[in-house]
């Protein structure tokens, strides 16, 4: 198992260096200019475009500057962020918490919700409940995030006045303590909901397919064949079968969760990782886009090699495979 | 041969049909069968003649929506169970009848260990056990070495998967257990080991056992009596040094020279020429009658009723080159078949 662990992460070092360059280089190649989006309009002394410019070694060839950067990497710098005068390591992490808290528990409830609306549907298939989930998931998979999103805040926000349409605050109080919590919570149903409606039918979908395979094995027909009930070979033998195939789907997706929001984030102004990226991009703010293409190919690599172990945790012929080749 | 010890499990003329999108598949077509407490009997047939259906049968694992019984009775220990619904079918599993399959690597949970797989049996039908004792206890009666309970089955070998699945089916402590060609997926030797197994079991635990198979060979070595089936039919039964000393029906005799794997001429392996039936049809006739080297006219026209053979009413055969008697007719009543 370690041995394992160590080539899976081994093998993940060169990927993600590839990933840097490889993004580093178009980001630079892609025209625009960082110096005019960070003065802006104004009128600026010919000399100040000039100097800032140096001041962020910007004025030296690319693969020099690829070079500093992937020596300060080494260093642990990610570097500082013209637009956000911070340095960018914080900036993302204090972004990507708001992104996790956002996305963790839509991912959790998506799976748990998909997963027990496949088992329920399965066993019945063909059947009108059956029939009406696949639709359902369907809709739910190619409704365009953003689509739904805005219906969501133009009923719940604007018409209901129920929710607030914005935001991860409330702006005009300064609360603490649990009235923080509770605020932040508030915010968080609406776009928690638009996430999770997405993935719900993503892993009712895969789950479906796979419980609706597990129940074909041979081996229910033993479990069966021995008296056991229908619930107990549903959770015990069809269950644990089926989750192999819906935790890698999980698993992977988790991985891209990180940046995976940045329409939601867009939507409903939920300042994490992906609105971070969209307004870096608007700002050819490099360092920061850099960090984030960084922190998202670590979380892609990380997710898989969870999902791996995991994987192994289900099913012992992988463990017994994974053993004698790595 | 008057049996003495009363029938464990009796089918009756039982039809089953399974709806595919092809169409009806009408995959026992009366089939009647019966075994009795403690004694070993064989159900042979070609593939696809309806073996695996009937003794899924008899447990209620054909299909719940695409299958169903049109007619005829299935009784275990006298009792009807031709109607029952899923949830009486929960609690009918198991015991008194059990079931090994085919392929025991497919019919083991592939990720569940040997001895959790066993002791859901015990759970389920002995609870008062201690469970893990009797998990060593049964891994012991299938002679495996006590340190499989901690295996999965992807490391275990054939012959040992086989004894494993058995071991599941042997912890309902069932008083008749069902093995449909439990030898079929395993080589020569390791087959053997199996059968050999299988008759010790039988006769520590006093249970009965269908045993069904393609292969007449194993029938001999392990089996009191015999039904040989086709296309959902019976039509040769009787005790098996009867049915081998002299079989009567040309399917049976065609099996024979399969087993014996005679080879033609050209060194070929001897099998049945022609084509399995259609089972969408209603056949009138004999269903054999196509394929049949001595098909004469009746045996288009109708399926003749049984004719006892051998004296002492052990042995019957449905085929029109041994009319049926009027004599003979009462004698299949007596012999509890047909
Ligand atoms: N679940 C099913 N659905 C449709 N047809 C089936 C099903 N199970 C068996 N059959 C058909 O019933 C016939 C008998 O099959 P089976 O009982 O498996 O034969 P055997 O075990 O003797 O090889 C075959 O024609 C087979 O195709
Ligand atoms: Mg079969």
């Avoid at chain 1, 509770?182 to 892993?203: E, N």
């Amino acid at each position: 198992m370690r041995r394992f662990l160590v080539a899976r992460l081994g093998w993940a070092i060169p990927v993600i260096l590839a990933i840097l360059i490889v993004n580093f280089l178009i980001i630079h190649i892609v025209p625009g200019n960082p110096i005019q989006a960070l003065i802006g309009d104004f009128p600026a002394p010919p000399g100040y475009a000039d100097q800032v410019r140096h001041e962020f070694g910007l004025d030296r060839p690319v693969l020099t500057q690829l070079g500093l950067y992937l020596l300060n990497l080494a260093k642990g710098q990610l570097g500082f962020s013209f637009a956000n005068r911070q340095p960018v390591l914080g900036l993302i992490i204090e972004r990507a918490q708001f992104t996790l808290l956002l996305m963790l528990p839509a991912l959790a409830a998506a799976a748990l919700l998909g997963i027990v609306m496949a088992l329920a549907a399965a066993p019945r298939a063909g059947s009108l409940y059956d029939s009406g989930l696949t639709a359902l998931s369907l809709v739910g998979f190619s409704l365009p995030i953003f689509w739904l999103g805005q219906l969501l805040v133009i009923v719940f926000a604007i018409k209901l006045r129920l929710l607030p349409a914005q935001g991860m605050f409330s702006l005009r109080t300064r609360l603490t303590g649990w009235a923080y919590i509770l605020d932040v919570g508030w915010h968080l149903i609406l776009p928690m909901f638009a996430v999770t409606i997405y993935y719900v039918a993503i892993v009712a979908r895969v789950a479906r397919a796979s419980v609706l395979d597990a129940l074909s094995q041979d081996f229910v027909l033993t479990a069966k064949a021995k008296g056991l009930s229908r619930r107990h070979v549903l959770w015990r033998h069809v269950l644990p079968n089926a989750l192999i195939p819906v935790v890698t789907v999980i698993g992977y997706n988790f991985g891209y969760s990180l940046t995976g929001a940045i329409l939601v984030e867009t939507v409903f102004a939920w300042p994490g990782l992906g609105n971070l990226f969209i307004t870096s991009i608007g700002n050819r703010d490099y360092p920061v886009l850099q960090g984030i293409f960084l922190l998202t190919a670590i979380a892609v690599v990380i997710a898989n090699v969870a999902t791996d172990l995991i994987y192994a945790a289900l099913d012992p012929r992988v463990r017994a495979a994974g053993f004698r080749h790595a | 041969m008057p049996q003495t010890k009363p029938p464990i499990l009796q089918l009756d003329d039982v039809r089953l049909t399974f709806r595919t999108r092809a169409g009806t598949v009408r995959a026992l077509n009366g089939a009647s069968l019966t075994v009795h407490e403690g004694e070993a009997v064989g159900l042979v047939g070609e593939s696809g003649s309806g073996k695996s259906t009937l003794a899924r049968a008899v447990l209620g694992l054909n299909p719940e929506r695409s299958s169903r019984i049109e007619a005829g009775r299935i009784l275990i220990a006298g009792r009807d169970v031709t109607r029952l619904s899923q949830a009486e079918w929960e609690a009918a599993r198991g015991h008194p009848v059990a079931m090994v399959f085919q392929d025991p690597l497919s019919f083991l949970n592939p990720i569940m260990r040997i001895g959790r797989q066993i002791a859901e049996s015990i759970e389920r039908h002995a609870p008062d056990r201690r469970v893990e004792q009797r998990v060593g206890e049964l891994i012991e009666l299938v002679k495996l070495p006590s340190s499989l309970a901690r295996a999965y089955p992807h490391e275990l070998s054939g012959g040992m998967r086989q004894r494993a699945l058995l071991a599941v089916a042997l912890a309902c402590e069932p008083r008749l257990l069902i093995a449909d060609e439990p030898t079929t997926a395993l080589d020569v030797t390791t087959q053997a080991e199996i059968l050999a197994l299988l008759r010790d079991l039988r006769e520590k635990l006093g249970m009965a056992m269908l045993l069904i198979t393609h292969d007449l060979g194993i029938v001999a070595s392990a089996c009191e009596r015999l039904y040989v089936i086709y296309a959902g039919r019976v039509l040769e039964w009787g005790r098996a040094q009867d049915v081998f000393g002299a079989p009567a029906h040309p399917y049976t005799v065609g099996l024979f020279h399969a087993a014996r794997a005679d080879r033609d001429a050209q060194g070929r392996f001897a099998t049945i020429g022609g084509e399995p039936p259609d089972l969408g049809e209603t056949a009138q006739g004999c269903p054999f009658a196509p394929r049949c080297p001595k098909a004469m006219a009746e045996c288009a026209r109708a399926m003749p009723h049984a004719s006892v053979l051998a004296d002492g009413e052990t042995h019957a055969v449905r085929c029109w080159l041994y009319p049926p008697t009027r004599e003979s007719e009462t004698a299949v009543e007596r012999l509890g078949e047909a």
